[in-house]
Antibody
Framework: EVQLVESGGGLVQPGGSLRLSCAAS????????MTWVRQAPGKGLEWVAN????????QYVDSVRGRFTVSRDNAKNSLDLQMNSLRAEDTAVYYC???????WGKGTTVTVSS | DIQMTQSPSSLSASVGDRVTITCRAS??????LGWYQQKPGKAPKRLIY???NLQSGVPSRFSGSGSGTEFTLTISSLQPEDFATYYC?????????FGQGTKLEIK
């Protein structure tokens, strides 16, 4: 069973960068597709990006493509989301999850504001 | 991108009521659809996967059905702990997309 803990959120100015991390515990991390989902304050869920188990394929929602990069290190059981050129509309709680096992982290909050 | 249109956006119901929530996909998604429940301040949890399969540990009052482009989540007899927001998620193609959510409130 995989357990997930996100970190790295915080307050950043528009145009700035932030790197989110998701630490996984459990022996099966390297076999899971991993996904980032976000939720803006008072809004619904938005699928952001995912990555294949070996890290060779990545997909993004259009609104973040070219600005965000998802990566993973299976040796360290970790998943990252590098976020560049941040905008106010990127303000949200960011969750890492694996859909196959339906395991979600508790989320980390990103606030983009001057 | 596949659009998921979820309805209603909000719903008032009483304990014991039967409720149905619908998601309509803008194109066929086979059976690549799940339903999630989210309570305030918490991460979502999946109730149903692949249209109609009950996630382990989820009460049997929850059920899912549908095919092609139209899908439903039914709660047969509402319990107090069911008042929450519900989302569908299609994973047939990228980007995966959620419905807009249905907030289920106590009448």
């Amino acid at each position: 069973e995989v357990q997930l803990v996100e970190s790295g959120g915080g307050l950043v100015q528009p145009g700035g960068s932030l790197r989110l991390s998701c630490a996984a515990s459990g022996v099966s991390f390297s076999t899971y597709w991993m996904t980032w989902v976000r939720q803006a304050p008072g809004k619904g869920l938005e699928w952001v990006a995912n990555i294949t188990p070996d890290g060779s394929q990545k997909q993004y929602v259009d609104s973040v493509r070219g600005r965000f990069t998802v990566s993973r290190d299976n040796a360290k059981n970790s998943l990252d989301l590098q976020m560049n050129s941040l905008r106010a509309e990127d303000t949200a709680v960011y969750y890492c999850m694996t859909r196959a096992a339906d395991v979600w982290g508790k989320g980390t909050t990103v606030t983009v504001s001057s | 991108d596949i659009q998921m249109t979820q309805s209603p956006s909000s719903l008032s119901a009483s304990v014991g009521d039967r409720v149905t929530i619908t998601c309509r996909a803008s194109q066929g998604i086979r059976n690549d659809l799940g339903w999630y429940q989210q309570k305030p301040g918490k991460a979502p949890k999946r109730l149903i996967y692949d249209v109609s399969n009950l996630q382990s540990g989820v009460p049997s009052r929850f059920s899912g059905s549908g095919s092609g482009t139209e899908f439903t989540l039914t709660i047969s007899s509402l319990q107090p702990e069911d008042f929450a927001t519900y989302y569908c998620l299609q994973h047939n193609s990228y980007p995966n997309t959620f419905g807009q959510g249905t907030k289920l409130e106590i009448k």
